[in-house]
Nanobody
Framework: QVQLVESGGGSVQPGGSLTLSCQAS????????MGWYRQVPGKESQLLAT???????VISDIMKGRITVSKDIATDSMNLRMYNLKPEDTAVYSC????????WGQGTQVIVFP
């Protein structure tokens, strides 16, 4: 079973930056399209970006212009770099296959306090 572990979250002021990391297992990034998601309690999960097999990265409109995504197949990991964070970006951020098929990891909490 693929294990997903997210890290790097924390508290930041508006305008700040954070880099989140997703560590997978079983060579997931070499064989599966993956994505970054976020969720606020009580609301639906939002897809932020997808990283299909290969080097392509597709950023959704939700945080376009404020995030970059990089993946490293050798380490089976993926980063999400977020810039100019806003209070409405407060959420739990997670990675998963795209479309989502794996069990969710614990995610990493991002808090942008006004």
């Amino acid at each position: 079973q693929v294990q997903l572990v997210e890290s790097g979250g924390g508290s930041v002021q508006p305008g700040g930056s954070l880099t989140l990391s997703c560590q997978a297992s079983q060579n997931t990034f070499s064989r599966t399209a993956m994505g970054w998601y976020r969720q606020v309690p009580g609301k639906e999960s939002q897809l932020l970006a997808t990283a299909p097999r290969g080097n392509e990265v597709v950023i959704s409109d939700i945080m376009k212009g404020r995030i970059t995504v990089s993946k490293d197949i050798a380490t089976d990991s993926m980063n999400l770099r977020m810039y100019n964070l806003k209070p409405e970006d407060t959420a739990v951020y997670s990675c998963n296959a795209f479309p989502q098929t794996y069990s969710w990891g614990q995610g990493t909490q991002v808090i942008v306090f006004p």
